[in-house]
């Protein structure tokens, strides 16, 4: 390797933490050489991130590192705070995941590009701001900000989450670094966004030089912009290969799994659509709902006339990005939205302006399973007593006690051991918490399950387990389902029938095969076209066919 | 009592457990000055020599203003008690003001809190306000209003302690009403409250099995700071003669106002130890408060450095 940009040598990490030392890196090296693109993948808590970190010292103060990190032949462990802080933003700047934390709301976006440069004015010289507004909107318009001279005046709150990912790019471009750290920098972002940012990032590498270190989970990703692919694993650097090669023959058997659990579409056999007479679960016409708007204001509409029907026994996917209105239906059939024109009908009873207690009567007969399975389960109470409290809300058990041979046969169902009945929520994995919501759903054998995002917030190894298991328990329990999903591959591995929704409105709907095969609106065309294959020369010749 | 039982099976001790350093110091200090004001007043009864309204005993009266002897450790007061038993026995009323002051205002502050932030609507903006006004009262002028009216001014020992309790309850019931207040506004929106809901859980399930279990995890940490207010609003009230009846129980704050005029005569022992009584038992449970919060907080709790020789064996063992 020509003089490396980064060269990372045994690197190790350790936390000081209540409960001792974590060990989040552990022993390593990799290198990135000039104008390459490399990426990091692995599961959350692999140490990736901390690794990316650790090049610029953006540790907390519990960390404790080890071995050795050279940015442009620059030892950064062992540089001093003045010329720690010339380094960065000038041989290596970040991106970080989540663009709307990332910039401060009360100031412009030109003041906070113009920091980066007025930070690495040389010590004596006057620091010029018109030269720097002009850099600054020159940046802006290098990112793909459209009207630079006017927008540079504007405040984070006014850009869109893509566009404000671009600002945050452009102030990591504006010292005109040699290597670009982006931490998840789409993760955030919907799918035909994620398309522009990458391409971006790209074109950061392209145009103007600079290597990149992307950090992802997403194989996707990984396919469309990688030289190159680095493998952590439990903090340790498992496999390091040519893209190419990586995708083509994996060596280690963790990434192996890895490939194989990336959902992709096509890969199930086609599902066998539903029979027209069965009877409807769930029918709405002209289904509107409204949020208030603030003093003064008029409301947000945020589903704007949606009709569908969900059958008994049906799966129905509802793909869009975020914003569509998709998760507010999925709310409002159980009341935690409130419909506020056409109607709808959710197992018989019409839920249009429903009292509580309309809610509650079927409640029963509803399952929920919500995104996040951190913050579903109350943090106070056992797996065990709230998988149970569906039993105890409706009469089915007086007890804890006498819900607990019920509770454990649920757990058993999704696989689950019966001792977590006593475990607490803080004690499961994200996967096996998610199981646990499942269970909960299913407590009152419900004839309708609505999952909202159920797999956003896993693994994707962990995911396709959790999808597996969903689409076994969905043939024995055989209840109806709204599966709401930003993911298309998701959705073609557990929906029958699909429904994309666009700004609040159906734009195409149609079994899971026809849509996602042959999408007829130019809306479903784009979401599937932005979606990356994780397959790098597939990626790579639709890239060069979508130009 | 449960929250208090609660405070001493985990808080404290695991807090006491997982301290170090200069915050382990300032917590063990609190936690002794605390222990040993607590075992004071259970044991006043027995350890002190007479009583709190003794006056005389088999040789006859003591005598006003006594300096420390071998018969009154500490002296005598201007009334003519013995100081160490004043001291010692005025623990006791001390220790019954706090735990009815914070028990009252807990059980008051809680509900109000929850029903306030979880319903919303005119009910939460109407006690909002009344809290706000409260809060915007001088403390002490708001703790004698509130004695007058409950007992006239002065009274016996129970109905006096009740008084004031209810007196210092008054005052501090809108700050555990708005701690509260914020966290069932905050656990209200929560994805597990939304979960119980789609359940189709009864409000008052929800409030009391989701959002107080989770929203009391504060409760110690202003219990305690509060505990260092109320008998500093005690002592206040009985320093400024709306206490308890110097005959019906004995209290620091009004003993502390009868020796004001002893200071300039020279006279130290009848002001110095109620005075460093009320101030060595406001540090105390100030000093375990204090401590509580920054442990509570883990960007604030202090830690050891990750220990880097231990990951070394462990990388070298992977690599074999």
Same mark, same amino acid.
């Given at each position: 390797?020509?003089?490396?940009?980064?060269?990372?040598?045994?690197?190790?990490?350790?936390?000081?933490?209540?409960?001792?030392?974590?060990?989040?890196?552990?022993?390593?090296?990799?290198?990135?050489?000039?104008?390459?693109?490399?990426?990091?993948?692995?599961?959350?808590?692999?140490?990736?991130?901390?690794?990316?970190?650790?090049? @610029?010292?953006?540790?907390?103060?519990?960390?404790?590192?080890?071995?050795?990190?050279?940015?442009?032949?620059?030892?950064?462990?062992? @540089?001093?705070?003045?010329? @720690?802080?010339?380094?960065?933003?000038?041989?290596?700047?970040?991106?970080?995941?989540?663009?709307?934390?990332?910039?401060?709301?009360?100031?412009?976006?030109?003041?906070?590009?113009?920091?980066?440069?007025?930070?690495?004015?040389?010590?004596?010289?006057?620091?010029?701001?018109?030269?720097?507004?002009?850099?600054?909107?020159?940046?802006?318009?290098?990112?793909?900000?459209?009207?630079?001279?006017?927008?540079?005046?504007?405040?984070?709150?006014?850009?869109?989450?893509?566009?404000?990912?671009?600002?945050?790019?452009?102030?990591?471009?504006?010292?005109?670094?040699?290597?670009?750290?982006?931490?998840?920098?789409?993760?955030?972002?919907?799918?035909?966004?994620?398309?522009?940012?990458?391409?971006?990032?790209?074109?950061?590498?392209?145009?103007?030089?600079?290597?990149?270190?992307?950090?992802?989970?997403?194989?996707?990703?990984?396919?469309?912009?990688?030289?190159?692919?680095?493998?952590?694993?439990?903090?340790?650097?498992?496999?390091?290969?040519?893209?190419?090669?990586?995708?083509?023959?994996?060596?280690?058997?963790?990434?192996?799994?890895?490939?194989?659990?990336?959902?992709?579409?096509?890969?199930?056999?086609?599902?066998?659509?539903?029979?027209?007479?069965?009877?409807?679960?769930?029918?709405?016409?002209?289904?509107?709902?409204?949020?208030?708007?603030?003093?003064?204001?008029?409301?947000?509409?945020?589903?704007?006339?949606?009709?569908?029907?969900?059958?008994?026994?049906?799966?129905?996917?509802?793909?869009?990005?975020?914003?569509?209105?998709?998760?507010?239906?999925?709310?409002?059939?159980?009341?935690?939205?409130?419909?506020?024109?056409?109607?709808? /009908?959710?197992?018989?009873?019409?839920?249009?302006?429903?009292?509580?207690?309309?809610?509650?009567?079927?409640?029963?007969?509803?399952? &929920?399973?919500?995104?996040?399975?951190?913050?579903?389960?109350?943090?106070?109470?056992?797996?065990?007593?709230?998988?149970?409290?569906?039993?105890?809300?409706?009469?089915?058990?007086?007890?804890?006690?006498?819900?607990?041979?019920?509770?454990?046969?649920?757990?058993?169902?999704?696989?689950?051991?019966?001792?977590? &009945?006593?475990?607490?929520?803080?004690?499961?994995?994200?996967?096996?918490?998610?199981?646990?919501?499942?269970?909960?759903?299913?407590?009152?054998?419900?004839?309708?399950?609505?999952?909202?995002?159920?797999?956003?917030?896993?693994?994707?190894?962990?995911?396709?387990?959790?999808?597996?298991?969903?689409?076994?328990?969905?043939?024995?329990?055989?209840?109806?389902?709204?599966?709401?999903?930003?993911?298309?591959?998701?959705?073609?591995?557990?929906? /029958?029938?699909?429904?994309?929704?666009?700004?609040?409105?159906?734009?195409?709907?149609?079994?899971?095969?026809?849509?996602?095969?042959?999408?007829?609106?130019?809306?479903?065309?784009?979401?599937?076209?932005?979606?990356?294959?994780?397959?790098?020369?597939?990626?790579?010749?639709?890239?060069?066919?979508?130009? | 009592?449960?929250?208090?039982?609660?405070?001493?099976?985990?808080?404290?001790?695991?807090?006491?457990?997982?301290?170090?350093?200069?915050?382990?110091?300032?917590?063990?200090?609190?936690?002794?000055?605390?222990?040993?004001?607590?075992?004071?007043?259970?044991?006043?009864?027995?350890?002190?020599?007479?009583?709190?309204?003794?006056?005389?005993?088999?040789?006859?009266?003591?005598?006003?203003?006594?300096?420390?002897?071998?018969?009154?450790?500490?002296?005598?007061?201007?009334?003519?008690?013995?100081?160490?038993?004043?001291?010692?026995?005025?623990?006791?009323?001390?220790?019954?003001?706090?735990?009815?002051?914070?028990?009252?205002?807990?059980?008051?502050?809680?509900?109000?809190?929850?029903?306030?932030?979880?319903?919303?609507?005119?009910?939460?903006?109407?006690?909002?306000?009344?809290?706000?006004?409260? &809060?915007?009262?001088?403390?002490?002028?708001?703790?004698?209003?509130?004695?007058?009216?409950?007992?006239?001014?002065?009274?016996?020992?129970?109905?006096?302690?009740?008084?004031?309790?209810?007196?210092?309850?008054?005052?501090?019931?809108?700050?555990?009403?708005?701690?509260?207040?914020?966290?069932?506004?905050?656990?209200?929106?929560?994805?597990?409250?939304?979960?119980?809901?789609?359940?189709?859980?009864?409000?008052?399930?929800?409030?009391?099995?989701?959002?107080?279990?989770?929203?009391?995890?504060?409760?110690?940490?202003?219990?305690?700071?509060?505990?260092?207010?109320?008998?500093?609003?005690?002592?206040?009230?009985?320093?400024?003669?709306?206490?308890?009846?110097?005959?019906?129980?004995?209290?620091?704050?009004?003993?502390? /106002?009868?020796?004001?005029?002893?200071?300039?005569?020279?006279?130290?022992?009848?002001?110095? &130890?109620?005075?460093?009584?009320?101030?060595?038992?406001?540090?105390?449970?100030? @000093?375990?408060?204090?401590?509580?919060?920054?442990?509570?907080?883990?960007?604030?709790?202090?830690?050891?450095?990750?220990?880097?020789?231990?990951?070394?064996?462990?990388?070298?063992?992977?690599?074999?």
């Amino acid at each position: 390797m020509p003089n490396p940009v980064l060269d990372i040598q045994n690197l190790q990490v350790a936390f000081a933490t209540d409960h001792g030392s974590v060990n989040a890196v552990q022993g390593v090296s990799l290198g990135v050489a000039p104008g390459e693109i490399l990426a990091v993948v692995g599961e959350s808590g692999s140490g990736k991130s901390v690794t990316a970190r650790a090049v @610029l010292q953006l540790l907390p103060s519990t960390a404790v590192l080890k071995g050795a990190i050279y940015l442009n032949g620059k030892d950064v462990l062992n @540089l001093g705070a003045d010329a @720690l802080r010339a380094a960065r933003g000038h041989d290596a700047a970040m991106v970080f995941q989540e663009p709307s934390t990332a910039l401060n709301p009360v100031y412009t976006v030109g003041w906070q590009i113009i920091e980066g440069l007025r930070a690495h004015t040389p010590k004596g010289e006057k620091f010029d701001k018109k030269a720097a507004r002009i850099r600054a909107i020159e940046i802006l318009r290098k990112v793909g900000i459209p009207n630079p001279e006017e927008r540079v005046d504007y405040y984070p709150h006014q850009f869109s989450g893509g566009q404000k990912q671009r600002v945050v790019i452009a102030c990591a471009l504006v010292l005109e670094p040699k290597l670009i750290l982006a931490d998840e920098p789409t993760t955030a972002l919907d799918v035909t966004v994620q398309a522009e940012i990458l391409d971006l990032l790209r074109a950061c590498r392209d145009d103007l030089g600079a290597s990149v270190l992307i950090i992802t989970h997403n194989m996707g990703v990984v396919a469309d912009m990688a030289d190159r692919v680095a493998v952590m694993y439990q903090g340790k650097l498992i496999e390091q290969a040519p893209v190419e090669q990586l995708f083509a023959h994996p060596q280690q058997d963790y990434t192996k799994r890895l490939l194989a659990a990336v959902p992709k579409i096509g890969l199930r056999a086609p599902a066998v659509p539903i029979a027209t007479d069965a009877p409807s679960a769930v029918s709405a016409v002209g289904l509107e709902v409204t949020y208030p708007g603030k003093f003064g204001r008029p409301g947000h509409l945020a589903v704007a006339g949606v009709d569908f029907e969900i059958k008994a026994g049906e799966v129905l996917g509802l793909v869009g990005e975020s914003g569509s209105g998709k998760t507010t239906i999925g709310r409002a059939m159980v009341g935690l939205a409130k419909a506020t024109g056409g109607s709808l /009908n959710v197992l018989g009873t019409s839920v249009i302006r429903a009292k509580t207690k309309a809610f509650r009567a079927i409640a029963p007969e509803v399952g &929920f399973v919500f995104q996040d399975p951190a913050s579903s389960f109350n943090p106070q109470l056992s797996i065990g007593a709230a998988i149970a409290e569906p039993m105890l809300v409706h009469g089915k058990a007086a007890n804890l006690a006498e819900a607990r041979p019920a509770v454990e046969a649920l757990l058993a169902a999704v696989q689950l051991p019966t001792e977590f &009945f006593a475990r607490f929520p803080h004690e499961l994995s994200g996967g096996q918490r998610q199981r646990a919501s499942l269970a909960r759903a299913l407590a009152l054998r419900p004839k309708l399950v609505i999952a909202d995002e159920p797999t956003s917030a896993l693994d994707v190894s962990v995911q396709a387990r959790v999808l597996e298991l969903f689409a076994k328990l969905q043939r024995e329990f055989g209840f109806a389902c709204l599966f709401i999903t930003h993911d298309l591959a998701v959705v073609d591995q557990v929906a /029958n029938r699909v429904l994309v929704m666009h700004q609040g409105k159906i734009v195409e709907e149609g079994t899971t095969r026809e849509v996602l095969t042959n999408p007829k609106h130019e809306y479903t065309q784009r979401l599937v076209a932005s979606s990356p294959i994780a397959d790098p020369v597939e990626q790579r010749k639709r890239r060069t066919l979508g130009r | 009592m449960r929250a208090l039982k609660k405070l001493f099976n985990t808080g404290i001790l695991g807090a006491a457990r997982g301290s170090r350093g200069v915050q382990r110091g300032m917590l063990v200090t609190g936690l002794i000055l605390t222990g040993f004001f607590i075992i004071m007043a259970i044991l006043a009864p027995m350890i002190a020599p007479y009583g709190f309204a003794q006056l005389q005993d088999s040789h006859g009266y003591f005598g006003a203003q006594q300096p420390p002897s071998s018969k009154h450790l500490l002296g005598t007061t201007v009334g003519g008690m013995d100081v160490l038993s004043r001291v010692l026995w005025g623990s006791q009323t001390a220790l019954l003001v706090i735990v009815f002051a914070v028990v009252m205002s807990i059980f008051a502050g809680v509900i109000l809190g929850l029903v306030s932030g979880y319903f919303g609507g005119w009910l939460d903006r109407i006690l909002v306000v009344i809290a706000d006004a409260v &809060f915007a009262f001088p403390s002490l002028l708001l703790a004698i209003a509130m004695s007058i009216v409950i007992s006239g001014g002065r009274s016996g020992l129970f109905t006096g302690i009740l008084s004031t309790a209810a007196s210092i309850t008054a005052v501090y019931v809108p700050q555990y009403f708005r701690v509260i207040r914020a966290e069932a506004l905050r656990c209200k929106t929560e994805a597990f409250v939304e979960a119980a809901k789609v359940i189709g859980a009864s409000h008052w399930r929800i409030m009391f099995q989701h959002i107080y279990k989770n929203a009391t995890r504060t409760l110690p940490l202003i219990m305690t700071l509060n505990a260092s207010e109320a008998i500093l609003t005690l002592a206040g009230l009985g320093f400024l003669g709306f206490g308890i009846d110097p005959t019906m129980g004995a209290e620091w704050g009004y003993d502390l /106002n009868r020796s004001v005029a002893d200071v300039s005569a020279g006279i130290w022992w009848t002001s110095i &130890f109620p005075g460093l009584a009320i101030v060595l038992v406001v540090l105390g449970i100030t @000093l375990v408060g204090e401590s509580l919060n920054d442990l509570a907080d883990p960007r604030l709790r202090s830690r050891g450095a990750a220990n880097l020789d231990e990951l070394e064996i462990a990388s070298e063992v992977s690599v074999a």
